[in-house]
């Protein structure tokens, strides 16, 4: 047998063609699957799924931002739960002045935002007071001047997150221009004072 299929036979010495045929081909055999090959596998195919649904859904990334935003809510709310605000322990006043024609309306507010009942003292009947200063620092009116109160002591209860109005008037007021109101609480155990700047003509 020549190396191109020929071969010689032995009784003629003729030559004759035999193409060659390759040997049958064994069946191969896999190595078996070990666990690690196929974690790589579960993996591929979790990135090729998360990739093929980024890059079909034009909505990805407004899905994205709603997600990020929905988180973040949830972070702010758990940190106000675990963090509240701290409670205040003392009396806020404020003060509010409104000029009408001939009259100027003065009201003190007293809000009590602690988280508990309060009892303000009085030592007579007066509760309030103000008193009206001009720019060079003289008083030029005060509410009180010429009124009589009690002089039994009073106990005037507040309640949680609750406050108390104090309403007065300056009729035909004779100075003009820059002026301050100052309002007191005339409490033994809860003096306030609030004040605040206006004009008159």
Known sequence: ????????????????????????????VRAPR?????????????????LATACGSQ??????ATAAAATNNRMVAAFAASHPRPVATT???????????????????????????LEVTF??????DIAVMDAAG???????????????LRNQPLAPQASLSYSMHWHRPRAH???IAIATLTSTNYPLESRAVFALP
């Open 1 to 28: 047998m020549f190396s191109d299929g020929r071969a010689r036979s032995p009784e003629s010495g003729l030559e004759t063609f035999c193409p060659l045929v390759p040997p049958p081909a064994q069946p191969s």
């Open 34 to 50: 070990t666990a690690s090959h196929l974690a790589r596998q579960v993996a591929g195919l979790a990135a090729a799924v998360t």
């Open 59 to 64: 909505e990805h990334p407004f899905s994205l």
């Open 91 to 117: 009396l806020e006043s404020s003060m509010d002045v409104s000029v009408n024609g001939e009259d100027v309306h003065f009201v003190m507010h007293v809000m009590n935002h602690t988280a508990r009942k």
């Open 123 to 128: 030592p007579s009947g007066q509760t309030h």
């Open 138 to 152: 003289s008083e030029v009116w005060r509410w009180s001047s010429g009124q009589m109160f009690t002089q039994a």
């Open 177 to 179: 221009g820059p002026l």
